[in-house]
């Protein structure tokens, strides 16, 4: 099981000190959450504060995409570090050209599910990405409450790739804790995003050992 704390969590006074923190604990990645006002009710934040995580960061980036256009800044991730770039199926017109430009500029490519959307409506790109990211709240937002349907997403989603041989990883996000983490890689999960329960416990490197124990 691969961990991916939510920069979004941060202390954003003391980002440094915060990325640094994940380099040297038992977490896998960074991820990165990238909101722009209109796909999602929040903005987060771009490219300069990509920079400067990029600057310090020794682990991937794993950016998730909450935003209504992607395409016109797949170079632009690719170029502040990003090593996966996920879009969301929902905000994708041409997703299946989406996905291949990621890759082309160097990326690993994912797709995102919300919560209404049916794992039935990734069939036919199975082969096409290299993670499918099942949200287990509604985008937007931090601290939500974890939606349970995601662990029947997950099963089906596990099946799904098993059946049709791909290797594609499976990531959650949203609500992830150290209540259900378990629960989610049974039912067949690979990467688990975790914000607040990280960053907002008084000993974010124990908890980070704690979920990959």
């Known amino acids: 099981m691969l961990l991916a704390p939510s920069i979004l969590s941060a202390d954003f006074g003391n980002l440094q000190r915060d990325v640094e923190m994940i380099n040297d604990s038992q977490a896998d990645w960074f991820h990165v959450d990238i909101m722009d006002g209109v796909f999602v ?3 987060s934040f771009g490219f300069p504060v990509m920079k400067a995580v990029q600057r310090h960061a020794k682990k991937p980036l794993d950016v998730h995409l909450m935003i209504a256009e992607a395409d016109p800044y797949i170079q632009a991730f690719a170029d502040h570090g990003a090593a996966v770039l996920t879009v969301h199926y929902e905000a994708c017109t041409h997703l299946h050209r989406t996905l291949h ?5 160097g990326m690993q490519a994912g797709v995102a599910l919300n919560p209404h959307t049916s794992v039935s409506a990734i069939e036919n790109l199975v082969h096409e990405a290299d993670l499918f ?6 985008p937007g937002f931090g601290g939500q409450r974890f939606i349970t349907n995601a662990y029947l997403k997950v099963r089906q989603l596990r099946r799904l790739l098993d059946e049709t041989g791909s290797k594609a990883l499976i990531e959650v996000d949203g609500g992830v804790d150290l209540s259900n983490f378990r629960q989610l890689v049974e039912a067949g999960a690979d990467v688990l995003v975790a914000g607040n329960a990280v960053f907002g416990t008084q000993d974010p490197v124990a908890t980070i050992a704690e979920f990959k124990s």
């Open 133 to 138: 990211l099942v949200m287990s709240v509604n």
């Open 41 to 43: 009710p929040n903005i």
């Open 101 to 105: 430009a990621i890759r082309a500029a």
